[in-house]
């Protein structure tokens, strides 16, 4: 195309790194507050992460955080672009030659909350400094985050975080229940309680969640109506017919813990284990985003959901515990005909076990 004719709005997942980075100059998209610059949404996703992590340039983090941000992860909140900063220099202490790579940008439009990214990212690295989990160990190591942002006006003004953190401990050399274990002991030492601190959540996810949506819509029409489908009746629903009706039967699944399945007798056998860990859970849908993919052949579904309940059979999880759980979780799907054919499920594994070895 010349500089001059129309562009298309950014797909992230099908974008050359050249071009995401240096885009054709011209808005594709309005966007109100926002810097001139920027061509389009997704466009100022992908950019403000190049310049604050692969460029260092953190400060900058003040130019597109709100000053009170808070950041919900499911090992806690961070408040505040500061936290978001000290974070950040943190991390690239530890691992120097993090990248945020940008596997896709899933959007939408929230009218006057401003719009939503759902960012799924992949960060290659190596530990070549003191990390949270203790000294350098010269490993290198990939791990998969999705970050969910809320913006208005260039800045981010809320964010969800969702990283396979169990992986990160895993590929380190570190056992991710022994990790759970010293951060509940110090959590009883601090009287800080990880339990306490979801109890509200837990709560409203129990009292609204998805029961059952029995109505299996195309996500080409109706993605969060297929979205709360998968959900609220496929998953540890244990039918193979109903599975296999939602997924392709060479869908690729990405799961914490570095779990890597293929097919969808994979992906149920998962969530059976899941589900028997946690019989009375429920799921509520929390925000729901979709993007064309390759100009219409399929659909990109990102949806943020809470799973609430009580870690009561055996399963995931080990013996049962009896402890109440919660689970903020991200998944990106991609739809062609109907059909998953590519899953990416995130959610901090440490962050439930320490859940369940906590003090009651």
């Known amino acids: ?51 604050i992590w692969h460029q260092r340039r953190v400060e900058m983090c003040r130019d597109y955080y709100t000053q009170d941000c808070p950041i919900h992860t499911l090992a806690g909140d961070v408040i505040g672009v500061e936290a978001v900063i000290a974070n950040t220099h943190a991390t690239l202490e530890a691992f120097p030659d993090r990248r945020l790579e940008p596997d896709n940008v899933v959007w939408s439009d929230d009218g006057s909350d401003g719009f939503y990214s759902s960012h799924l990212i992949t960060s290659p690295m190596t530990n070549l ?9 010269g490993k290198k190591l990939r791990v998969i985050t999705i970050a969910d942002c809320a913006c208005r006006e260039n800045r981010i003004y809320e964010e969800w975080l969702a990283r396979d953190y169990a992986g990160m401990a895993l590929q380190l050399g570190y056992e991710p229940r022994s990790v759970a274990i010293a951060q509940a002991q110090a959590d009883a030492a601090s009287g800080f309680s990880l339990i306490a601190h979801h109890a509200q959540h837990h709560r409203s996810v129990s009292d609204q969640g998805i029961r059952t949506n029995d109505l299996p819509m195309r996500p080409e029409d109706h993605p969060r109506a297929f979205a709360e489908h998968v959900l609220g009746s496929i998953w540890g629903s244990g039918d193979p017919e109903a599975y296999a009706k939602a997924y392709d039967f060479r869908v690729r699944a990405t799961y914490p813990s570095l779990r890597d399945l293929y097919g969808f007798k994979d992906v149920m056998s998962l969530h059976s284990e899941l589900f028997s860990a946690i019989p009375d859970a429920v799921i509520a849908l929390e925000h729901c985003a979709h993007v064309p993919y390759l100009g219409g052949v399929g659909r990109d579904v990102a949806a943020r959901w809470a799973l609430a309940g009580t870690h009561l059979g055996d399963g995931l999880y080990g013996q049962p515990t009896g402890q109440k759980v919660l689970i903020m979780g991200i998944t990106h799907w991609r739809v062609i005909k109907g059909r998953i054919v590519q899953e990416v499920t995130i959610w901090d594994d440490i962050a439930v076990h320490r859940q369940l070895v906590s003090e009651r």
Do not use: H, K, Y
């Not at 808005?27 to 926002?34: A, H, N, S, V, Y």
């Not at 400094?129 to 160990?137: I, L, Q, V, Y």
């Open 1 to 51: 195309m010349t500089p001059n004719a129309p562009q298309p709005i950014t797909e992230v997942a099908t974008t050359s790194e050249a071009e995401l980075l240096d885009p054709v100059p011209g808005r594709r998209m309005d966007l109100p507050g926002f810097d001139p610059e920027f061509v389009d949404f997704p466009d100022f996703i992908v950019r403000i992460t190049d310049r």
């Open 129 to 137: 400094g003191p990390s949270e989990f203790g000294p350098a160990t």
